[in-house]
């Protein structure tokens, strides 16, 4: 008996993966959730039957979420991580000593709980001392603060569902406010390359060039997300993803990474020209 784990990435195009075993399926309050067992990508969460993450391919969201801001922001002690109930975010978080604070906000507290029981390779940051976690709605709590934090790192799910109020205008906006005159926000950005995507990453980016006075995308590939090809947005108030990235520093730190290094980082901002016009057209458009 063959058992497979299918998620459709357009009405023409499905991705599958062979499922050894399922190890958890509940219904939250807000969603769907499952834990599968596979050969090939180790152990993976879906969420509504969409890939959040899989124990193969995760250190390469995770670190380009992290260490891209990381390098740049010269002083972070403050963060805030939206999302992220896996707890991959907040592992890379607690490697830098400097960071003295780090509130996570989960909307569905079953997400963590059952990430704790069948994902610890992610969920093993969740005990630091420096993290806090609420379990509301991101888009509800951000609303609160002015000028409290350095980093807020937007690590949710795709603009439907709980997820859909973490890609407005109201919550990039509450934001801005929430960062301190230096701060940066990192979003997941969605992919540019099925045209359903494309649009929501198109109306996200929008949203954000809006908002803040330095706005850049940035790529990494992440074999099980739809195409595979996955943007990063960079929203900063000051600092440049680029120009102000203090590549000496963070390699002085020796920090150990499977993906991320700080030549890369700079690639990464080098984006494809389909997708630089794409970011053109809504950056254009009043
Ligand atoms: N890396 C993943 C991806 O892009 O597919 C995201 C992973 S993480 C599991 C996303 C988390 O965001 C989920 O646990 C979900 O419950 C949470 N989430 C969704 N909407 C939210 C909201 N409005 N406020 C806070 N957390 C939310």
């Known amino acids: 008996m063959e058992l497979w784990f299918t998620e459709k ?68 002690k403050k963060a805030l991580v939206i999302g992220g109930g896996d707890g991959g975010t907040v592992r890379e978080l607690v490697r830098y000593p400097e960071i003295e604070h780090i509130d996570l906000v989960e909307i569905d507290a079953e997400v963590v709980s059952a990430c704790r029981k069948y994902l610890r ?28 934090y350095d980093l807020i790192l937007v690590d949710s799910t795709d603009p439907f569902g709980p997820g859909e109020g973490l890609f407005t205008k109201e919550f990039y906006g509450n934001c801005y406010k929430a960062l301190k005159a230096d701060g940066i926000m990192v979003n997941q950005h969605e992919s540019p390359f099925y045209p359903n995507d494309a649009t929501a990453m198109q109306r996200a980016h929008k949203r954000i060039v809006e908002s803040f006075p330095i706005s850049r995308v940035y790529q990494a590939h992440i074999p099980t997300y739809p195409s595979g090809h996955w943007l990063f947005g960079f929203a900063s108030k000051k600092y440049h993803p ?33 997708v630089e016009e794409m970011l053109e057209q809504v950056e254009k458009k009043p």
């Not at 390779?121 to 409290?148: M, N, P, W």
């Open 9 to 76: 990435h357009t009405e023409s195009v499905k991705f599958s993966i062979q499922v050894d075993k399922q190890l958890y399926s509940s219904q939250s309050e807000f969603q769907r959730i499952d834990i599968f067992d596979s050969k090939e990508f180790g152990i993976f969460l879906t969420l509504d039957g969409y890939m959040m993450l899989t124990q193969k391919d995760e250190f390469i969201y995770h670190e380009m979420m992290v260490h891209v801001p990381m390098s740049v922001h010269p002083n972070v």
């Open 242 to 274: 680029l120009d102000d990235c203090d590549a000496e520093g963070w390699k002085k730190r020796g920090l150990r990474t499977g993906y991320y290094n700080v030549q890369l980082h700079k690639g990464a901002f080098a984006l494809p020209n389909y």
């Open 121 to 148: 390779q992610t969920a093993c940051g969740f005990d630091d001392a420096r993290v806090h976690i609420y379990y509301e709605d991101g888009l509800k709590f951000v609303r609160k603060f002015s000028d409290e």
